[in-house]
């Protein structure tokens, strides 16, 4: 897979006249190698020229990653530890064809990196390698897509297991501790972000996180959460009621996400743009009154990161195609008061799309005595 990978990356090199690609440790590196390297004080900068091998420098303590990937067919300068590694770079760049137009990851390559490469390159035009990247990885294939069902499964056991166990009296930290451990305990792998959970008018933070506050009777819980399984992550939303369902305003604003979610998720289909999606959301919860309420962009998507493309924003005019993951996930934040947001992921399919996400989106009361 790494090759084709490799070979897939080096033909869109070609189409956007770009000589040469700079990766660090994080996902496109794994993505394209499938190897773990640790972003750390010792530079390891992987270049993927347009035509020719790939080539390493990095720490001679990893050296043997490399060796062992013997499919790459790539080439690796190693340094000493303890020592500074301009050699390795020096090598790595020779062994190269002429570099004079390079992509860098604006998002993820640190001014360590960047200034090591610039010592020896210091006339190569630097490019944006996040757009070159997304082209590869937007369309997620069958075995990603499988990981990706897996992950989600898992979290939504966990959410099983918080909705049975939660009571009034436990913190937000409690819950949280409860949903990760699940996860662990169900087969997930590393969690992409922390676990949000947010008791009452607390939920009304996007990306709050949970303290010691005790959960109330009669309080709205939001979960925001996930987990990795191969690689792949899960990310999933659900607002509970503790001890009774909801009523009045508060019934009315979970009813009005509930609805914007369902818009959302209808809408997309191949060939329509990201930003209809948002549009078809939001459509719902400004229609209802609580616009100003809603102060995010309805899906980003999901696969290997928490957050990648494409992005379901106002704006994005990029099509939908089979095979890509993305998120809908509107929400109304009403300062001091309440916080409802409801999140699912999606896969483009031939004919519209799929939730991969299944825990039911009705009112769902949890902690009854």
Same mark, same amino acid.
């Given at each position: 897979m790494s090759q084709d990978r490799i070979a897939r990356l080096q033909a869109e090199l070609k189409k956007r006249q770009v000589d040469c690609l700079?990766?660090?440790?994080?996902?496109?590196?794994? &993505?394209?190698? *499938?190897? !773990?390297? @640790?972003?750390?004080?010792?530079a390891t900068i992987l270049f993927i020229p347009a035509e020719g091998a790939p080539v390493f420098a990095l720490p001679s303590l990893?050296?043997?990653?490399?060796?062992?990937a013997s499919h790459l067919g790539a080439q690796a300068f190693a &340094?000493?530890? *303890?020592? !500074?590694? @301009?050699?390795?770079?020096?090598?790595?760049?020779?062994?190269?064809?002429?570099?004079?137009?390079?992509?860098?990851?604006?998002?993820?390559?640190?001014?360590?990196?960047?200034?090591l490469i610039q010592a020896h390159l210091p006339n190569a035009q630097l490019s944006d390698a996040g757009p070159l990247m997304d082209t590869l990885r937007l369309c997620k294939t069958a075995d990603e897509i499988a990981a990706m069902r897996r992950a989600i499964a898992i979290s939504?056991?966990?959410?099983?297991?918080?909705?049975e166990r939660v009571k009034p009296g436990m913190t937000e930290i409690q819950v949280a501790s409860i949903l990760s451990i699940a996860m662990l305990e169900g087969g997930g792998g590393a969690l992409p972000f922390e676990p949000i959970v947010l008791a009452g008018p607390r939920g009304a933070l996007p990306h709050g996180i949970q303290d010691e506050t005790v959960i109330k009777p009669t309080d709205i819980l939001l979960l925001d959460y996930g987990t990795s399984y191969g690689g792949y992550i899960s990310d999933i939303t659900r607002t509970l009621f503790v001890g009774q369902p909801p009523a009045g305003r508060f019934a009315e604003v979970y009813q009005t996400v509930k609805a914007a979610n369902a818009a959302g998720r209808a809408a997309a289909k191949p060939g329509v743009p990201c930003q209809e999606?948002?549009?078809?959301?939001?459509?719902?919860?400004?229609?209802?009154?609580y616009g100003p309420y809603?102060?995010?962009?309805?899906?980003?998507?999901?696969?290997?990161?928490?957050?990648?493309?494409?992005?379901?924003?106002?704006?994005?005019?990029?099509?939908l195609e089979v095979g890509m993951t993305f998120t809908v996930e509107p929400g109304i934040y009403i300062p001091g008061e309440v916080g409802v947001r409801i999140e699912d992921d999606?896969?483009?399919?031939?004919?519209?799309?799929e939730s991969l996400t299944t825990f039911p989106r009705d009112v769902l009361v949890v902690g009854a005595s």
């Open positions: 700079a990766l660090v440790p994080g996902f496109n590196l794994r &993505y394209m190698t *499938g190897l !773990e390297f @640790h972003l750390m004080e010792r990893e050296l043997a990653k490399v060796e062992a &340094y000493p530890d *303890g020592t !500074e590694p @301009h050699a390795a770079l020096i090598a790595a760049i020779q062994a190269l064809p002429e570099v004079h137009t390079l992509a860098v990851e604006y998002l993820r390559m640190r001014v360590h990196e960047l200034q939504e056991d966990a959410l099983r297991t918080v909705a999606v948002d549009r078809a959301a939001r459509r719902v919860i400004e229609d209802a009154g809603f102060i995010h962009r309805v899906g980003h998507g999901i696969g290997m990161e928490g957050h990648e493309g494409p992005y379901m924003v106002e704006g994005n005019t990029l099509p999606m896969l483009v399919t031939e004919d519209g799309a």
